[in-house]
């Protein structure tokens, strides 16, 4: 799931070198935590949060395939 949310996140900004994901395992699922440059961070929410949703919604449908729960917090 790491490099899913990776990816996506570096084809969305302008700095794809500052793009930080970090994923740890917990009892109650997967908790992905995304960091962007402030810069970009209106680029990976968008417009009423549509690309944050897009994004969960994508993670979310690969990890009911594998039967997990994984949280996406964007930073």
Known sequence: MKE???VI????????????V??????????IELKVAPSDMGKVIGKQGRIA???RSV???AASKEEKK???DIQ
């Open 53 to 55: 949703k897009a994004i």
């Open 9 to 20: 996140a570096k084809a969305l900004v302008d700095n794809p070198d500052e793009v930080v």
């Open 59 to 61: 993670v979310k449908a």
């Open 22 to 31: 970090t994923e740890t395992e917990k009892e109650s699922g997967t908790f």
């Open 4 to 6: 899913l949310v990776e």
């Open 70 to 72: 994984v949280v996406v």
